[in-house]
């Protein structure tokens, strides 16, 4: 049944109402949209290739379009849940000539992770190392499963917790890992907006990841915000204000 512009209400900071058929309107139907979706659990129904992939479809056309523009030779994950994410990394990579995957969980899902190392097309690019994403001694571990030359392009993806903390640690240990040029990557920076939906916690507002951004980006000059990728008006990823993109060394 279509939507009647009468029927959707949208207010500016200034109590006037927005057109639902603009720009403006679109964004906050969007956000509407997510807040929605996140509350009824939708991006727990998608998958890459069979695996599972906790992503919004609109944020897996962004991490898209990233990483074939980027083209990285290693990209870190942290947080590789149903391995989803690393199978699209790895699959998306084999169109300019493929990448290491490598990701870090604290909790693995053995007969997922088996799987996915037994894939033939995909399982060769990926590694999985299981610990803490924000213990130190994981340094080593991962150039042990590495390359010297798969770190010419180096980016990474932080989607373990999402706690303001965490996220901040996690920072702090990658960042300098990132290659001049590339980025850090922030999953799930509307998580501040999910603080008051259903399911949601109130704790959100401040304990989240986009805090743990802006802190991070005070104490590092080296890195910026990148605003240059920005397509959908409303993401999980968060209006790309948490891709940080590496300016020198």
Known sequence: MPVKPEDMPFLDHNGHPIPLYSPEGFDALSQLWMQVGWSVGYPFAQSWMGF????FPQDVMRMQNLITQEQPTLIIETGVSGGGSMAMY?????VYGGARVVGIE?????QQMQALAAH??????ITVIQGDSTDPAILPILRAHTQPQDWQRVCVVLDSSHRYD???KELRLYGPLVTV???VMVMDGALKDMAHVPNGKPRWETDNPHRAVQEFLQESPAFVLDTQDMHPPYTFIQNNTLKIKRLDG
């Open 52 to 55: 599972p992939l906790i992503q």
């Open 90 to 94: 790895a699959h998306l990579a084999l």
């Open 120 to 125: 033939p097309i995909l399982g060769p690019h």
């Open 166 to 168: 965490h996220v901040l």
């Open 106 to 110: 604290k909790t693995l899902r053995p």
């Open 181 to 183: 040029g590339s980025f």
